[in-house]
């Protein structure tokens, strides 16, 4: 980055995953699609649309699942490497949350091609096509649009085992709930947008795959989890209880956040996705934390890490899994 560089996240009317459409009004949205009788073959499709899991698995034959999953968003940060880096890291992650495996990628980019250059274009491009070679993940091609906002992602595929698929609706009462990266990211985005002032640590944990916590998932025999992302932990861990049937006990003391992240939320830089999330959550849960804490608990991340109805080695149990209590998918304390 140059002094004379764009700042990309000024040409965005939100950042990252705290621009999707707000959960309740995505949900209306999608309520009453069904697949169709010509494609509703015994025991193909797995995991569909029914509880907003995190991609559609589908099975090929025993033993193996095609893994399906798309996103994309605006600039989350200003720096178009970064950006493509933290795009593609995010589309892989619900491969991951999955217990998939990516194999195949390819880019969705929008661009305002009469406002910014071509040569930043090349390096969200370049970004993305870095992290998948972390992965393993071949990116072959894809679809570009003339667009006056500055959109990217990537439409990824991937395998798995179809009878050890990790899932939102399989938690069960008894377990530990395990994050596995910190929170914050969204108000710390949104503080980059509104100051230019960058986060190092918020760009490394974005930029970090979640395969590793995935495959340590597997090994532990974890099969209820998702990643947290534009819903924000309690959004995520609603929608995952919602489909399991249980609550979700949340420790807010054991929670980690990022550096800088209570701070930047105390003066005001909470995302208009992060706010929606908690009026979205609150009508299920009952919340025992002051304000600030809530909100940043509903946070919007952006290439969030996982969270796991279990526990594996080096991650922080945040909370449990009970039997279900009347009117109440959360309980955060």
């Known amino acids: 980055m140059t002094a004379t560089t764009p700042r990309l996240t000024g040409y965005a009317h939100g950042g990252g995953c705290a ?7 995505l949900e209306d949205v999608v309520r009453g699609l069904v697949p169709s009788p010509s494609t509703a073959r015994e025991g193909e499709l797995v995991v569909g649309l029914e509880d907003g899991d995190d991609a559609a698995a589908v099975r090929i034959r025993d033993g193996l699942a095609i893994i399906a999953t798309t996103d994309f968003f605006t600039p989350v940060v200003d720096d178009p490497y970064d950006w493509g880096r933290i795009a ?4 892989l992650s619900d491969v991951y949350a999955m217990g998939g495996r990516p194999v195949i990628a390819l880019n969705l980019l929008c661009w305002p091609r009469d406002v910014l250059p071509y ?3 090349a390096e969200v491009l370049r970004g993305g096509l870095a992290v998948a070679d972390e992965a393993g993940c071949h990116v072959a091609g894809g679809h570009s649009v003339d667009d006056p906002e500055p959109k990217y992602g990537m439409a990824v595929t991937g395998t798995a085992d179809p009878d050890a698929l990790i899932r939102n609706d399989a938690a069960r009462p008894g377990t530990p709930l395990t994050l596995t990266k910190p929170l914050g990211l969204g108000v710390l985005n949104n503080r980059h947008k509104a100051t230019g002032e960058s986060f190092a ?3 490394a944990v974005m930029t970090t795959l979640n395969a590793e916590a995935s495959r340590a998932a597997l090994a532990a025999g974890i099969r209820a989890g998702t990643d947290v ?3 924000g932990l309690l959004g995520h861990a609603h929608k995952m209880a919602r489909a399991s049937g249980v609550t979700a006990v949340i420790d807010s003391a054991a929670v980690p956040f990022l550096d800088g992240a209570r701070e930047a939320a105390a003066a005001g830089n909470v995302p208009g996705g992060s706010r929606r999330n908690l009026d979205w959550v609150r009508p299920h849960a009952r919340i025992d934390v002051d304000e600030t804490t809530a909100l940043l608990l509903a946070d919007a991340q952006t290439s969030g890490g996982l969270l796991l109805a279990g526990e594996i080695p080096g991650h922080p149990v945040i909370g449990e899994i009970v039997a279900a209590e009347e009117g109440t998918t959360l309980r955060v304390r």
């Open 229 to 231: 992302t534009g819903f």
């Open 201 to 203: 640590e918020a760009i």
């Open 19 to 25: 621009c999707k459409i707000p959960p309740g009004e």
């Open 88 to 91: 593609a890291a995010n589309a």
């Open 119 to 121: 040569d930043l274009a």
